[in-house]
């Protein structure tokens, strides 16, 4: 029988001659985060007039202590009237500020990098929570919740699909104030305490009804050509650096294709993240689709990991970080789309609901950490005496 200490030296020659590239430090910017893993933006459709509450410090704590090193608040409106739903969080008024504080604080105490997502749903707004359908608002949310549908704003009046009311065509004046109201969003982010924003521009939402050509059918400087169609995106990235500290990143979420043959492609993503990357931004969060509607593309196949060629190909072609994304939980795969440059950094969202303490349990899996090292002292104590206790009297667990 092998004998703790054996245990404990076999797990020190391992980690010695891997090279741990899941659990490598990554320097983003001025910002160093202690290993790769990026907790993905997930709504959760519980703030109330947009304020964040102890939900959202308990739901977001819990990652910074399972060893995640960037952990992002999800979609946060820039304005009122582009929220998605009633439940959305908010950084349109410096009433937000304080509630997400207390959450930037903590997630900072526990060693991990604060991020928001900054967001505006354009032609999605007015929408009702997943556990209400995912429909747009209406009489019953009036009767039943005392929520009240509100007009959504778009590059064109098309609707977001079959059902859905038609947005308002965005006028000049109605662009220049989203931009505005992004940049002032920054500056709010830096007082709450955050390190890194990541800009929502994909999964149909206002900046990415602005590119695709399937929602922006506009003839003016904002739509048109692909450079008209990216000039939203690329003014906005602008905007926040103008406010958002130099050493601080930026990011933004792309859907890298509509996976339309008319639609968004590969080839427009690197042409923006280029142009992007000119202006200041740090990296590409690579997703797809979202763009019209609730039904899959045709040609979206999903699988494990199926939007990691699409960040490889961004990566290299625009050169560029990249974060992958969507339907991934193996840390071998992960580990190995990292040490094979593919992508920098992985996020990860329902994986880490369903267990919180993934980036701990990669780490053993992966031979990284097998003593419960990197483990929070408060857990990783009690557990190592568990398996100290396991190992001494030979149980198999």
């Not at 900072?108 to 749903?121: C, R």
């Not at 695709?212 to 905007?239: F, H, T, W």
């Not at 992960?334 to 609901?353: T, Y």
């Given at each position: 029988?092998?004998?703790p200490l054996?245990?404990?030296q076999?797990?020190?020659?391992?980690r010695?001659?891997?090279?741990?590239?899941?659990?490598?430090p990554?320097l983003l910017?001025?910002v160093?985060?202690?290993?790769?893993?990026?907790?993905?933006?997930m709504?959760?459709?519980r703030a109330?007039?947009?304020v964040?509450?102890?939900w959202?410090l308990?739901h977001?704590g819990?990652?910074?202590?399972g060893?995640?090193?960037l952990?992002?608040c999800?979609?946060?409106?820039?304005?009122?009237?582009?929220?998605?739903?009633?439940?959305?969080?908010?950084?349109w008024?410096?009433?937000?500020?304080?509630?997400l504080?207390?959450?930037t604080r903590f997630l900072?105490?526990?060693?991990?990098?604060a991020?928001?997502?900054?967001?505006?749903?354009?032609?999605?707004?007015s929408?009702?929570r997943p556990?209400?359908?995912?429909t747009?608002v209406?009489?019953?949310?009036?009767?039943?919740?005392?929520?009240?549908?509100w007009?959504?704003l778009?590059?064109?009046?098309?609707p977001y699909?079959?059902?859905w009311p038609?947005?308002?065509?965005m006028?000049i004046?109605d662009i220049?104030?989203?931009?505005a109201?992004?940049?002032?969003?920054a500056e709010?982010?830096?007082e709450?305490?955050?390190r890194?924003?990541?800009?929502?521009a994909?999964h149909?939402?206002l900046?990415?009804?602005?590119?695709s050509?399937?929602?922006?059918?506009?003839r003016?400087?904002?739509?048109g050509?692909l450079?008209?169609r990216?000039r939203l995106?690329?003014?906005?990235?602008?905007?926040i650096?103008?406010?958002w500290p130099?050493?601080?990143?930026?990011?933004f979420?792309l859907?890298?294709?509509d996976?339309?043959?008319?639609g968004?492609?590969?080839?427009?993503?690197?042409?923006?993240?280029q142009?992007l990357?000119?202006?200041?931004v740090?990296?590409?969060d690579?997703?797809s689709?979202g763009?019209?509607?609730r039904?899959?593309p045709?040609?979206?196949?999903?699988?494990?990991?199926?939007?990691?060629?699409?960040?490889a190909?961004?990566?290299?072609?625009?050169?560029?970080?990249t974060?992958g994304?969507?339907?991934?939980w193996?840390?071998?795969?992960?580990?190995?789309?990292?040490d094979?440059?593919d992508?920098d950094l992985?996020?990860?969202?329902?994986?880490l609901?369903?267990?919180p303490?993934?980036?701990?349990?990669a780490?053993?899996?992966?031979?990284?950490?097998?003593v419960?090292?990197?483990w929070?002292?408060?857990?990783?104590?009690?557990?190592e005496?568990r398996a100290r206790?396991?190992?001494?009297?030979?149980i198999?667990?």
């Amino acid at each position: 029988m092998t004998t703790p200490l054996e245990a404990d030296q076999s797990q020190l020659q391992r980690r010695e001659t891997y090279q741990m590239t899941l659990f490598e430090p990554f320097l983003l910017r001025g910002v160093t985060l202690k290993n790769r893993v990026v907790v993905s933006p997930m709504s959760q459709y519980r703030a109330q007039h947009g304020v964040a509450n102890d939900w959202h410090l308990v739901h977001l704590g819990r990652f910074a202590l399972g060893g995640a090193a960037l952990v992002f608040c999800e979609a946060t409106a820039v304005q009122e009237h582009g929220r998605r739903t009633h439940g959305d969080l908010g950084i349109w008024s410096d009433a937000h500020i304080d509630r997400l504080a207390a959450v930037t604080r903590f997630l900072s105490q526990e060693g991990a990098a604060a991020g928001i997502q900054l967001a505006h749903a354009g032609r999605k707004a007015s929408e009702r929570r997943p556990w209400h359908g995912e429909t747009p608002v209406d009489s019953e949310d009036i009767a039943q919740r005392g929520e009240k549908p509100w007009a959504a704003l778009g590059p064109s009046a098309i609707p977001y699909a079959e059902g859905w009311p038609a947005p308002a065509a965005m006028s000049i004046e109605d662009i220049r104030e989203v931009i505005a109201s992004f940049r002032i969003a920054a500056e709010r982010a830096r007082e709450a305490g955050f390190r890194v924003i990541e800009v929502y521009a994909a999964h149909g939402f206002l900046i990415h009804q602005f590119y695709s050509p399937l929602a922006n059918q506009r003839r003016d400087d904002y739509g048109g050509s692909l450079e008209g169609r990216c000039r939203l995106a690329l003014e906005i990235a602008a905007a926040i650096r103008e406010v958002w500290p130099d050493e601080y990143p930026l990011v933004f979420r792309l859907s890298v294709t509509d996976w339309h043959p008319e639609g968004w492609q590969v080839d427009d993503t690197i042409y923006l993240a280029q142009r992007l990357k000119d202006l200041g931004v740090d990296a590409i969060d690579c997703s797809s689709g979202g763009i019209s509607g609730r039904e899959r593309p045709q040609g979206m196949t999903l699988e494990h990991g199926y939007q990691l060629a699409l960040a490889a190909r961004v990566k290299t072609a625009a050169r560029i970080a990249t974060i992958g994304v969507g339907l991934l939980w193996d840390p071998k795969l992960v580990d190995r789309s990292i040490d094979q440059g593919d992508i920098d950094l992985v996020a990860l969202g329902r994986e880490l609901l369903e267990d919180p303490n993934w980036p701990l349990q990669a780490a053993r899996e992966l031979g990284a950490d097998g003593v419960h090292g990197m483990w929070h002292p408060e857990f990783g104590w009690w557990l190592e005496k568990r398996a100290r206790a396991v190992r001494r009297l030979g149980i198999r667990k």
